[in-house]
């Protein structure tokens, strides 16, 4: 199947071109052609399928095909987001695809000077993407207009949720006309995603795409059991004796992801940590330098490493464990994309080995082992609890991590099939009220 048979415009489809796609992915096979009909879509799918494309290039050619009236436009499409980098590469993305179209396009998210945001929005967009938080803002001073949005995206709606937007959401909601189009992405499925499904989208056409890694051939998974103190070492051990030019390294914690890096460069090896608490400014820089190769090596929290794309990354690292066993998958996927073979590295220390178990079972395999030489556990060291990432203490708790768990889709929605009804399957375990949780994460914590 092609780009051309999926009945797009001439000016995407050299977009596309010029960006080395040659064929569609499951998503956007699936996806453009409902959207182009000015369905509305729930879409199963994550970061790394290619669905930004799968949304952006329909929506795009559905506002071109409309005329354009005289004077500043109105907002047509809004993409909402729930972090700031995720919102940056979608716009990014945007201008990609609509290249060679004249729509104008624009982000706004918080973190950053208000006032250059307005003069913008004040000149007239097509598409806007948007934080939920920084654009109930810009409603508020009625820098924005909402009124003629006749495509609403929500994208990573589950993490939208889990931080704690739904209220802002709804906000948004009652801004913008009742007849549009609603396209919903979410990696999984929750009680709350269903609610908001079932009262935003209209006879919905449910389409899900494998939850690639669980499967994937083209992400190597290895784990090295090390001690806990030694995980330092070993990575930079790791680092130098293979010669990673280009590393993403997980930690639970805001504190540890700045003391790793930290440390790293201690040893000769750059490095730059992004998290939630660093100014935004910090963290576009933290991941220019690491793109661009000026550092090798990029710390992150999972919040903030969410959403983001970075062509060939070969080498993901999980210093430590996530709490969510989800989070691994999402942390893997970050490698070993659009067909290209990644490694993703797992240090495991004695404390880790239940969070192991339960992210093998979800994987449903179990992971192959590695001692590194010179670097071999201490057999007499004594399990200690693990320590939480904060964010009201319970950003990534283990009874979030159940919740999230129980929550993940257990089969697959056969693409086409449509109805108000929700087909994703059961969910197993109990549902926690995640609330809670939300409200602690809500902006800034990540
Ligand atoms: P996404 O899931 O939207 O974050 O996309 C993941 C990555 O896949 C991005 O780097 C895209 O540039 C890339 N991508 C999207 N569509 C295609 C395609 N049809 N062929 C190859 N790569 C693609």
């Known amino acids: 199947m092609s780009f051309e048979s999926l009945g797009l415009l001439a000016e995407l489809i050299r977009a596309v071109s010029k960006q080395g796609y040659t064929e569609p992915t499951p998503i956007q096979l699936q996806a453009i052609p409902f959207i182009l009909e000015g369905r509305d879509i729930m879409g199963g799918a994550q970061t790394g399928t290619g669905k930004t494309a799968g949304f952006v290039l329909p929506l795009l050619q559905r506002l071109i095909k409309q005329t ?55 000149h007239g967009v097509d598409i806007l993407v948007a934080t939920p ?59 709350d995603i269903t609610k908001l499904a079932d009262n935003l989208l209209n006879s919905p056409v449910m389409i899900e795409v494998a939850r690639r890694n669980l499967a994937s051939e083209n992400v190597e998974q290895l784990i090295h059991p090390v001690d806990r103190e030694r995980k330092r070492e070993l990575l930079s051990h790791l680092i130098d004796s293979q010669n990673w030019r280009q590393v993403l390294v997980f930690t639970r914690t805001k504190h540890g992801a700045n003391r790793l890096s930290k440390q790293l460069e201690t040893d000769g090896i750059s490095a730059a940590a992004i998290h939630g608490n660093k100014s935004q400014g910090a963290r576009t820089q933290a991941l220019s330098n690491f793109k661009n190769g000026s550092v090798r090596v990029l710390v992150a929290t999972d919040i903030a490493a969410r959403g983001l794309d970075i062509d060939q990354l070969p080498h993901v690292v999980n210093f430590e464990l996530p709490s969510v066993p989800e989070d691994y998958v999402h942390r893997i996927g970050r490698t070993g994309r659009a067909g290209c073979k990644g490694e993703a590295m797992s240090l495991v220390c004695v404390d880790e080995h239940k969070l192991l178990r339960d992210i093998e079972l979800l994987i449903k395999r179990e992971l192959p082992k590695m001692v590194v030489p010179g670097y071999e556990p201490d057999l007499s060291i004594k399990p200690e609890p693990i320590q939480r990432a904060r964010g009201g203490g319970k950003g990534h708790s283990s009874g979030n991590a159940k919740n999230r768990h129980s929550t993940s889709y257990t089969r697959p929605y056969s693409p086409g099939s449509s109805g108000k009804s929700n087909s994703f399957g059961k969910t197993r375990g109990k549902q926690s009220n995640r609330r809670g949780a939300a409200q602690g994460q809500r902006r800034g914590v990540k």
């Open 68 to 122: 354009l009236g005289k004077g500043p436009r109105p907002v047509r499409a809004l993409i909402l987001t729930p972090t700031r980098e995720l919102a940056a590469q979608v716009c990014e993305s945007v201008e990609i695809y609509g290249k060679y179209l004249p729509l104008k396009s624009t982000v706004i998210f918080g973190g950053v000077k208000i006032n250059p945001q307005i003069a913008k929005l004040r």
């Open 133 to 191: 938080g920084r654009l109930l803002d810009h409603a508020n001073q009625k820098t924005v207009d909402l009124s003629q949005v006749e495509i609403l995206v929500l994208d990573e709606a589950d993490r939208m949720l889990d931080m704690g937007f739904i209220h802002d959401v709804r906000k948004i909601l009652k801004l913008l006309p009742k007849e549009r189009q609603n396209l919903l992405f979410s990696a999984t499925l929750s009680r």
